[in-house]
T-cell receptor, first 113, second 110 residues
Framework: GAGVSQSPRYKVAKRGQDVALRCDPI?????LFWYQQALGQGPEFLTY????????KSGLPSDRFFAERPEGSVSTLKIQRTQQEDSAVYLC???????????FGEGSWLTVV | EDQVTQSPEALRLQEGESSSLNCSYT??????LFWYRQDPGKGPEFLFT???AGEEKEKERLKATLTKKESFLHITAPKPEDSATYLC???????????FGTGTRLTVIP
């Protein structure tokens, strides 16, 4: 597609509920990133894929967070047993391999109540 | 450890009043310094990448410059539509991801 597409754009979850956030990167982009952005803060790195391989998951805050990209295109970020502190915007980004520019989607706004 | 500090946190300008935003950084082997613009409720929009000290890039009313310790985003004769949060990020040696600062929230008053 023309840009990085994320869904849902807005999600309200009850505490303890599982959520799944989807990212469809720019066609042909090998690299895919997930970031978390709290209100008034810059994006913070969560995890990185090159094709289907998850090469870096050092930013995932707990084992409740899980990401996958099984066919090297669409990716899903799953959060189990959501907590209030998980409320944030989850940004997906993609790029061609190497030192190319990273392009962001519009984000999925998660509110845990 | 990578560090990015942006200043000021917020800036209010009159339309036409030029100014600069600062991004100070510490990174192990700079492989790129990036400027993004973020509007409320939107994802970051790419503006510039700078790779080496002395490099400059321009786009409309914006000009980004880079030294070994900091980058400046100069805004010449800003318009209200330039109001946004401007984010600075770095990529270091061995890293694929970007490390972001907290941004400067710019408001341009008509």
């Amino acid at each position: 597609g023309a840009g990085v597409s994320q869904s849902p754009r807005y999600k309200v979850a009850k505490r303890g509920q599982d959520v799944a956030l989807r990212c469809d990167p720019i066609s042909g982009h090998v690299s895919l990133f997930w970031y978390q952005q709290a209100l008034g803060q810059g994006p913070e790195f969560l995890t990185y894929f090159q094709n289907e391989a998850q090469l870096d998951k050092s930013g995932l805050p707990s084992d409740r967070f899980f990401a996958e990209r099984p066919e090297g295109s669409v990716s899903t970020l799953k959060i189990q047993r959501t907590q209030q502190e998980d409320s944030a915007v989850y940004l997906c980004a993609s790029s061609l391999a190497g030192r190319n520019t990273i392009y962001f989607g519009e984000g999925s706004w998660l509110t845990v109540v | 450890e990578d560090q990015v500090t942006q200043s000021p946190e917020a800036l209010r300008l009159q339309e036409g009043e030029s100014s600069s935003l600062n991004c100070s950084y510490t990174v192990s082997g700079l492989r790129g310094l990036f400027w993004y613009r973020q509007d409320p409720g939107k994802g970051p929009e790419f503006l510039f990448t700078l790779y080496s000290a002395g490099e400059e890039k321009e786009k409309e009313r914006l000009k980004a410059t880079l030294t070994k310790k900091e980058s400046f985003l100069h805004i010449t004769a800003p318009k209200p539509e330039d109001s946004a949060t401007y984010l600075c990020a770095v990529r270091g040696t061995g890293a694929n991801n970007l490390f972001f600062g907290t941004g400067t929230r710019l408001t341009v008053i008509p």
